[in-house]
């Protein structure tokens, strides 16, 4: 992204972002991994039935405070990837797709008490938290904190989300005493996308 990126504002940004967003997803191969790299905030993607790639955009409230936890030992995909079932009930898909709309529509209004419902998930996190040792000790000092937790991507790296600084410095340091090796990063939602300077 940084390259597309860096290049399109170096000859006058000929492209738009959609059309950024439909060269990295070619190169990429995922939209949902490149369009929060190009637009920030919170994007949902997909490719549609002429191989275009369709996003909605929605702005993440400010109030909410999220925190990294990098574990000192790394999942790879392919492991993330093969742990998963090949197949998905039909009551999972509609208790995801249900979950997932409701999430989304909490992390606008910054709905700290409906995105720990909505986060649960049985697509994915209850296959790939057994290629995470620390997974349950981790989710519980995110939850001691007043705060909710879910896997980044395939993992190791894990994500809370809480709704005060306090709290945050909270999983921050009780993460550090539990795992010293670990890191921990207090971060907030981009609200601009990518960005480009002249140095």
Request: proline share 5%; hydrophobic share 35%.
């Amino acid at each position: 992204m940084a390259g597309l990126k860096g290049a399109n504002d170096w000859f006058d940004a000929p492209l738009s972002n959609d059309q950024l967003l439909e060269l990295a997803t070619e190169i990429e191969g995922h939209p949902d991994n490149v369009a929060p790299a190009i637009f920030g905030q919170l994007n949902v993607s997909f490719t549609d039935e002429n191989s275009d790639v369709q996003t909605v955009h929605y702005n993440v409230d400010g109030s909410l405070q999220f925190v990294c936890l990098i574990p000192d030992y790394p999942v790879s995909t392919d492991q993330a990837r093969n742990i998963l079932p090949k197949e998905m009930s039909y009551p999972t898909a509609v208790y995801q797709v249900g979950h997932a709309i409701a999430l989304s529509k909490a992390l606008v209004d910054g709905n700290l008490k409906l995105i720990k419902h909505s986060i649960i998930d049985q697509m994915h996190e209850p296959y790939r938290k057994k290629l995470i040792p620390d997974y349950d000790k981790a989710k519980g000092i995110c939850q001691q904190a007043n705060g909710t937790m879910y896997i980044s991507g395939s993992g190791s790296t894990m994500m809370a989300i809480v709704k005060t600084q306090k709290d945050a410095e909270k999983i921050i340091q009780q993460t550090k005493t539990s795992f010293p090796n670990w890191q921990a990063y207090h971060l907030h939602i981009d609200a601009k996308g990518a960005t480009s300077e002249v140095i």
